[in-house]
């Protein structure tokens, strides 16, 4: 099963629900930070990392000596990083996104792939959480690419073990936030009960509602702002799976990268109880609505 933790901002505690679902969760599992522009899991999770290394994309180098500027591979291209100018081709690294495709229709085989580094991935345990991030390169602006190659790299592990994956994705509706909940098998939505949480929390349920998989809402720092959130829950009928009580103690704990879950009995069970609905959530969901999650 793959539960994925989003959000439709940022700040709303996203991490803080993903790490201590990790640290209650019961069977197997793997934690993912698929937030891979500002990574911060591993901040709560605190792995051992035990492989680390570069992630790259494969960006056309073209030999000019070969091309015969038949324009097909500027063409091709959706995202304007190859460019024939009369006899001259161009080649803009920064904006490929390593499809192959510029490769594939050369006429002339004057194309072959260079690479260009987009960040790092990192895999190790937090106890017996096994632990899967990437962090893109300072400066690098496509995340979706390295969220592919870290996703590859998920499906291998899950493939080979068999285990649940928690996933911290992206925050907001972007491409990165929709790529990261993709192949779940389940969203969990959080949220907090102000004005802003509502607005974003709405354009998230927008963003993922079409995908047709299971969602639940969590209520971040219940007991601040009003009841809104709440009525637009019934009123989409999506299930309050738990309200985390807005408390100084979550608040210091967070700021010293304590997980919730470990601070108090009380917010432990909380989180118990989250995983057990999402549990539910997931395997209950009807058949019709699973096959479309999965096509
Ligand atoms: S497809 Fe190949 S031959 Fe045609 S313009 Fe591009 S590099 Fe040159
Ligand atoms: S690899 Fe794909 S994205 Fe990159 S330049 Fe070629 S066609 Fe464009």
Redesign the pocket.
Known sequence: MRVAIASGKGGTGKTTVASSLARVWERALIAVDLDVEAPNLHLFLRPVFEETGPAWI???VVDESKCNFCLA?SE????K??SVMGSVVL?FPEM????????AVCPQEAISPGKRELGEIGWGHAGETQFLTGRLRVGEAMSPPLMRQVKSRLKDILTAKGLDAIIDSPPGVSCPAVNAVMESDCIVLVTEPTPFGLHDFRLAWEAFAPLGKPMGAVINRAGVGNRDVYAFCAEKEIPVLAEVPCERAAAEGYARGRIIADLSPEFRDIFVSLAAKITELAVSAPAPLKEAANA
Do not use: S, W
């Not at 091709?76 to 995202?79: A, G, S, T, V, Y």
């Not at 490929?96 to 490769?103: D, P």
């Open positions: 494969e960006t056309p591979c091709l291209c959706q995202f990083a190859i080649t490929c996104h390593g499809c192959g495709g510029c490769i």
